[in-house]
């Protein structure tokens, strides 16, 4: 007979196994640096799916800037009219071509506003472009928080993952709408401005060409001493946000403890390593334009004696001259935006990086092939799943629990979980037990799959729980846990956060039953009171029992209880207890306990000492052994001893 079609079989003892400390380690993922261009060209796979826009935007904008760079030129004959005619009425010949002229001025501002109108226009569809895609980073963010394993959120600052989300983006988001329009409307601005200067003069554009290899040197120069004091602002700036955070969360414990000064000098010291970072890299950024200007100008400078020497021999026109003039300007003006554009993109990159790096980030295990789900067919709870033959299974799901010599690590060769082995028959309560550190919180993750077993096996009706989908194992669970969390939003809805889809009176019923519905009628407002984690006028008790009321309102299969009365008095504690007495009524409950008189009437205390357990049984059996849970039992109630 298949063991996962077998029915339920009462609970067996397992000898204790081998034990050694425990406790989830700080494990830093890894760190994966990328290069200036590994994230530009994942910025560009973002910009793919914007290509045609992308690709709109760069035509008009090399197009409005075409325009513009024919405005020189066309003054120029103006100018050219304006010389003639004073000459030529100086000498009695004639008069100034005032129409003429007219006609060249409305022509070139022409050119000007069909400039601006298509300038305008790219900017308009730039700025939906990276919009779509900031929004698009930001929802692909928020989706990898929610398949990112737990360990990462244990090790990972939040003020850290929050500047991601925010300063990061933003950089992006900010520093992309700017730099690619400016990036094409540059370079079509140099190429034009460089074939207008040849067509006034060759030599005076080759001497003019002369300062752009300097100022490329220079701005390559910078930008290589730059960007890694862009990345280190970066980094430096999630650490702030971190630390801003904690303080402001934990300003309770802070000044219980007068901390105070050590908070603040620990962010000064950030603030200033902050300072140093974003001084310098900025600083260092800010000597590119003035730099390049200065050569420039060296350039204009020689291009103007040039000019006047070639004028005097009646081998250039004014007008051109005039015209050189304004594209040599125009030539400048290119190469300090291409430097500016450059800083930019530094930061961008920097920023990037980040953001990449998190997406990037080991996420939980896949989802196996013909997975396990838990489904109600016909008003029952069943298993759906295909042997290994293919064909497809479909039986009454039970809520047998096994742990097979269990064995897990939070880090690579440090097991904090030796050999565990139980068994837990649908509907019991079983009680875990132990010193701090003796890994009873860690049984609890690696059962709802927010690690996996390193070695051995959890089986939930036979099967292995790494066959289930997580949806469908987590959706068996209900848990109330030390620390109570909730979110910015009423009452009745942190509540029903326990089954979105209850109605009003469910959720009355489940405040009833987890005794809150009385307090929260005595508030203004009722159910409707707005509360967060930080909310004064409730206390930690109070958002304790509202837990446990959402996990009453879940009425899930499997209750898991993780001292779940710690922060209530001990009237409210009875009545709690009777509450989830009702509530553990034929549906497997794991309840951990530092206060032994909470578990009295399990039907299956596990004692575990470094990640074993080391004994097993009801309260009656531990008692008469006289072992470990004797001792324990006797140094919280035996008052004789």
Known sequence: MDRAQQPPRPPQRRGPGFGGPGGPGAMMPGEKARDFKGSIRQLLAYLGGYRFAVFAVLALAALSTALAIFGPKVLARATDLLAEGLMAQLQGLGEIDFDGILRILLTMGGLYLASFSLSLTQGWIMSGVTNKITRRLRTDISLKLHRLPLKYFESTSQGDILSRVTNDVDTVSMSMNQSITQMISSLTQLIGVIIMM????????????IVVPFSGILTMGIVKRSQPLFKAQQAVLGQVNGHTEETFGGQTVVRAFRAEDGRIDTFKDLNAKLHASAWKSQALSGLVMPAVNFIGNIGYVITCIL??????????SLGDIQAFIQYVRQFNQPLSQVANITNQMQSMAAAAERVFEFLGTDEEVAEPENPVTVETIDGALKLRYRDEDGTEVIRPFYGNIEFVDVSFGYDAGQEVIHSFSAFVQAGQKIAIVGHTGAGKTTMVKLLMRFYDVGGGQILMDGLDIRRFTRESLRGLFGMVLQDTWLYSDTIRENIRYGRLDA?????????????????????????????????????????????IARAILKDPQVLILDEATSSVDTKTEIDIQRAMGRL?????????AHRLSTIRDCDLILMMENGDIIEQGSHDALIQSGGAYAKLWQSQFDQTA
């Open 584 to 592: 553990m009524e034929g549906r497997t409950s794991f309840i951990i």
């Open 503 to 547: 109605d009003d009176e469910a959720v009355y019923r489940a405040a009833r039953a987890a005794r809150v519905d009385h307090f929260v009628r005595t508030l203004p407002g009722g159910y409707d009171v707005m509360i967060d984690e930080e909310s004064g006028n409730i206390s930690s008790g109070q958002k304790q029992l509202m837990t």
């Open 198 to 209: 040849l067509t006034i003069s060759p030599l005076m554009t080759l001497v003019a060409l």
């Open 307 to 316: 000019g006047a020497y070639l004028a005097s021999r009646g081998d250039i």
